[in-house]
């Protein structure tokens, strides 16, 4: 199988989110500086343009595992050909999952940059460059897929394998990676039995409610922890509350007036403390 033509546009694909950074930064010079709504504009477009970034650097380095393990597998290197299968089929799904959060992240960037007052105009020339970067490396996947299907009798009877044996693990797989989360209004989440009111004392110490000992996980939405990192609501930042324990650092929370996005910065971390995410939308 020849080279797969993927290196050029990968370092085109990164490129474009480099200079998004620098152009961000000229158009808010110290000697302009607006108030903080402007500053709080543009350091959320800055976040979500970091987590392309980390997204497509991501993409890239599953891209050169496949290339990889694909040549031994020609080259008969191969020892272990259903883990190697495996692999190939796990770092193809990672590559389509993060590729489809990097085209959300790319339309949030867009609406949110064209609705607010602080608009920066530079930014939607690098919206349509994104777009067509990350078009071209959604056609490089697919490429990358053809020469996986075109491989010799070993890796199609690897794949054969790799499906019997991912049948086999789903059901523990689904409860390895399964995480959940719900949101909404005080009121909204009390009636579900997520929430529970608090007695007078105990508003002593600065809470207004707490988490129910028990509460229906149907009510919640499923989510698989390796390919969820980023989560949107219709609500601005400061209405946000997050009431479950996750690690410091491993979450950011951005927005604009009218919406926010939590980031995943680390998926093991954040879901490690807990499996449930319960964020109160405050009016």
Not at 10 to 28: E, P
Not at 30 to 54: F, G, N, R, T, V
Not at 248 to 270: H, M, P
């Amino acid at each position: 199988m020849d080279s797969m033509p993927l290196r050029d546009s990968r370092f085109r694909v990164v490129g474009v989110v480099f200079v998004a950074f620098l152009l961000l930064l000229s158009s808010c010079s110290p000697e302009k500086q607006k108030p903080d709504p402007q500053q709080e504009h543009i350091e959320s477009m800055m976040a979500i343009l970091a987590q392309i970034q980390k997204n497509l650097g991501r993409i890239q380095q599953k891209e050169s595992v496949v290339e990889r393990l694909s040549s031994g597998i020609e080259r008969n290197e191969s020892q272990n050909v259903e883990q190697i299968g495996k692999d190939i089929a796990a770092s193809i799904r990672f590559i389509d999952s993060t590729l489809v959060a990097s085209k959300n992240l790319v339309r949030k960037l867009e609406s949110e940059n064209r609705s607010s007052s602080y608009r920066v105009e530079s930014l939607d020339r690098l919206v349509s460059e994104l777009h067509i970067a990350i078009n071209t490396k959604d056609g490089e996947v697919n490429t990358l897929k053809g020469h996986v299907q075109n491989l010799n009798k070993q890796l199609s009877s690897l794949l054969a394998t790799v499906d019997v044996l991912d049948e086999y693990v789903q059901d523990q797989e689904v409860q390895i990676y399964t995480a959940y989360y719900i949101s909404g209004t005080f009121n909204e989440l009390v009636a579900k039995g997520v929430l529970v009111r608090i007695n007078p004392l105990e508003k002593l110490f600065g809470s207004d409610y707490r988490l129910a000992s028990d509460f229906n996980i149907n009510l919640f939405k499923k989510v698989d922890i390796t390919e969820t990192r980023d989560l949107f609501f219709d609500k601005p930042l400061k209405n946000l509350k997050i009431i479950t324990p996750h690690t410091i650092g491993s979450y950011e929370l951005v927005g604009g007036k009218t919406s926010s996005l939590l980031l995943i910065r680390d998926e093991s971390a954040f879901w490690q403390k807990s499996r449930c995410l319960v964020i109160v939308t405050e009016e």
